[in-house]
């Protein structure tokens, strides 16, 4: 049982702002990107860093989530020595609590980290997406004889406010850790990645749990750590990254994946994303069919107009009709003639033949009329 | 529902499909864009709830292998299902010996101590879409000692040449013979048997008595044999298609482009498994031009393509044009390359001479891996 490094991912969030998409479902289980969800990614990241034991931590609206994680063999983590775990808030001898916080949520998970005695415990957020091989953060760590190394990103000023931001010295040791500054000094933003050492991370949750807290790294765990004079370290990543909060990000996100060159590499063979294999008919491509920039995922029946737009699984396009900067999630039904422009169509939705939708001015979210 | 062994039978020496089956064996030939040959029967069998599986292996076993592995991707239970696979390498290279009859005795033990009492016996290469129950059921109702499944053509002076034909009495089997095409309408064999288990036994412990060469078909095909054996016909009306050559390999895959004559062979509740590759959805650019065709995912289209089927991951560069033409999974078709009538092996690359053009007649064939 005994592992370097655990991961527990942080899944319990609802994620308001994806409106009706995450009010059957929380935020990482969105769609994205023409076949994945939004949590296969630090999923595949674990599984391609070979880390075999990985925790989900749920909360909000689990259904979907919790029987979506449990199926190791999707991401390849299923095996003797390897597995995925749903954690949800559970009674306990001393009452059933929900999670209060991220740091509450590892604090009430510490059996379950016991059982395998990691020298490392990486915790991750359920809702990014990017690609990292956290192998290299945690020879970063290591190199550094770090207690807590934080990954970090280099985000616009104008953003900078809006994350955790650390400041650093040229070595990347973290002198001072700013939860959302108003005016913040420095543009690197933590990621919300975070390697522990176990033992330290052990004691500052129990601290943590016993005070008057909200429970959450950013504002309490890091500080505390960071007065104790422990060694934290900033790791910068380079890459892709994006928190798909918001109808527009999530929107954007997708476009960004259709741009030139695809930032995130979902072709690459050596850094594949894993998700659900659902048996679906071939992708069928019609005589009227007219494809320009889009992304379309096997199952779909085109034979209109898809322009700079994704189409995930089993989406029927009839003859005549036209999407343009759009996303269409599985299994939704576009009829003759209608015609759909900047919007985010949710799963299993009707379009009706000649029926506009979108505008030219701002991203719309259709999920109001479910096929029959 | 009843318990029934499955068997998939190799084919015939007689079958070769030139060019695709000097690398594999026909049941591992891509078909389609993202399956092989052998995801139909083996469909066939798990939707008509057969969990227990045996498939009987002639040469080039090691791509069939890969493909079909433990068959939890055909969702065949990993504990109470099996799926077997029966091979030797004894007698391989005297063809003479080399039959499905021998295969069987040598494995007869297996077949002996399996806990099903009927046995569905079907080759790979037959393309349908069959529920196995229905025919276990007339069995069973009319008390035959072998049931047959057959389709009526009307097609046959050029379909299905090479293939068994039937000729039928009051639904009973009398003489199996093999089409030549000089008929239009005639009875097609499909190859598949449906019978007691220690019918089957017996059967294959009597055909090789009489002959150490006989196959199962060849064996039945005689009209002492047969005028024994109360063989019945099940007369399948569905799909049809036999790979059984290069021409009628590449005239399959070009006429189910066609969405209305592939809903014979897909539907939603009777779904085709095949294993996974986790490649992204198909990608076209802003200049591509796409109409009639079945693509993959992991396709990355910037050309214009016609009628065509792309295996994953096939790569068509600018400025190429492919028509009519079945591009096998990783191929890759260059800038400017014009591909006609041809059938594009797995992984070659149209990079050099990049005019490849066969006729209706004729297909071209480019091998696997080459780079032309």
């Excluded at chain 1, 020298?119 to 770090?146: P, R, T």
């Excluded at chain 1, 650390?166 to 001072?176: L, Q």
């Excluded at chain 2, 639904?171 to 019918?199: A, C, P, Q, W």
Aim: net charge negative; aromatic share 10%; charged share 25%.
């Amino acid at each position: 049982m005994k592992t370097e490094m655990l991961a527990m991912i942080l899944a319990g969030g609802r994620g308001t702002r994806l409106m009706e998409l995450t009010e059957k479902a929380a935020k990482p289980a969105v769609h994205f990107g023409g076949k994945y969800r939004i949590i296969d990614f630090p999923l595949s990241n674990c599984a391609n860093s070979k880390i075999r034991y990985v925790g989900v931590l749920t909360q909000y609206e689990s259904i979907v989530l919790n029987s979506y994680v449990s199926q190791a063999s999707f991401w390849g983590l299923d095996g003797r020595d390897k597995g995925t775990f749903v954690l949800n808030p559970r009674e306990k001898v001393s009452g059933f609590s929900l999670y209060m916080g991220t740091a509450d949520a590892i604090y009430q998970n510490i059996d379950f980290i016991d059982q395998y005695e990691p020298e490392y415990v990486l915790i991750l957020s359920g809702d990014h997406i990017y690609k990292m091989d956290y192998d290299h953060m945690l020879d970063f760590h290591k190199q550094n004889n770090a207690d807590l190394t934080i990954a970090g990103l280099t985000v616009t000023l104008e953003e900078a406010s809006r994350f955790g931001i650390m400041n650093t010295n040229k070595d990347y040791s973290i002198y001072e850790f700013e939860e959302k500054p108003p005016v913040p000094k420095n543009n690197l933003a933590s990621m919300g990645i975070y390697i522990f050492n176990y033992d330290v991370l052990r004691k500052a949750l129990i601290e943590d749990a016993m005070q008057d807290s909200s429970h959450d790294f950013g504002k309490n765990i890091i500080p505390n750590l960071l007065n104790e004079g422990k060694r934290l370290f900033a790791y910068p990543f380079a890459g892709y990254w994006k928190d798909v909060g918001t109808i527009d990000s999530l929107w954007q996100a997708h476009m960004d994946l259709l741009a030139q060159g695809d930032p995130l590499k979902l072709d690459d063979e050596n850094w594949k994303i894993y998700t659900e294999d659902i048996p679906t008919t071939p992708q069928f491509i019609g005589p009227n069919a007219d494809l320009k920039g889009s992304s379309i995922n096997q199952g779909c029946i085109v034979d209109g107009t898809v322009i700079n737009s994704v189409l995930f699984r089993d989406v029927v396009v009839e003859k005549g009709a036209e999407i343009i900067n759009s996303v269409i999630m599985p299994e939704s039904v576009v009829e003759k003639g209608a015609k759909i422009k900047n919007c985010i169509v949710g799963e299993k939705q009707l379009i009706l033949e000649n029926e506009v939708i979108g505008s030219d001015d701002r991203i719309e979210l259709f999920t109001s009329r479910e096929v029959k | 529902m009843r318990d029934i062994l499955g068997i998939v039978n190799f084919e015939n020496e007689k079958v070769r499909v030139e060019g695709l089956s000097n690398f594999r064996s026909i049941p591992a030939i891509s078909f389609l864009g993202r399956y092989r040959v052998i995801d139909f029967v083996l469909s066939n069998m798990v939707n008509s709830g057969i969990d227990h599986i045996k498939v009987l292996v002639k040469d080039k076993p090691r791509s069939l292998i890969e493909h079909i592995g433990i068959g939890s991707h055909y969702n065949i239970n990993s504990k109470s299902g099996s799926l077997q696979i029966l091979y030797t390498d004894k007698d391989i290279t005297n063809k003479l010996y080399f039959t499905d009859v021998n295969l069987l005795n040598q494995y007869s033990s297996y077949i002996k101590n399996s806990n099903q009492d009927y046995v569905v016996i079907a080759p790979s290469y037959m393309i349908c879409q069959i529920n196995y129950q229905d025919v276990v059921e007339q069995h069973i109702k009319t008390g035959a000692d072998i049931t047959c499944v057959y389709k009526q053509i009307n097609d046959g002076h050029k379909r299905f040449v090479g293939c068994e034909e039937f000729d039928i009495v009051n639904n009973r089997i009398k003489v199996i013979k093999v089409s030549h095409g000089s008929t239009s309408v005639k009875n097609i064999s499909l190859e598949t048997y449906v019978m007691h288990k220690d019918f089957l036994l017996d059967l294959i412990d009597e055909a090789s008595h009489q002959s150490a060469a006989y196959s199962l078909t060849s064996f039945l095909s005689n009209n002492d044999n047969i005028s024994f054996i109360n063989m019945q016909g099940y007369k399948y009306e569905g799909y049809l298609a036999c790979i059984n050559s290069l021409e009628e390999y590449y005239q399959t895959n070009i006429d189910l482009i066609n969405y209305e004559k592939a809903k014979e062979l897909f539907s939603r509740d009777w779904p085709v498994y095949t294993k996974t590759n986790d490649s992204p959805p198909a990608h076209y650019t802003s200049k591509a031009e796409v109409k009639n065709c079945m693509v993959a995912n992991g396709c990355v289209v910037q050309g214009k393509i016609e009628n065509c089927i792309l295996g994953r991951a096939v790569k068509i560069k600018k400025g190429a044009v492919v028509k009519n033409s079945v591009v096998l999974p990783n191929a890759i078709i260059g800038e400017g390359a014009v591909v006609e009538n041809a059938v594009i092996d797995k992984g070659a690359k149209i990079i050099v001479n990049k005019e490849i053009i066969g006729d209706e007649k004729q297909i071209a064939y480019v091998r696997r891996g080459d780079t032309i």
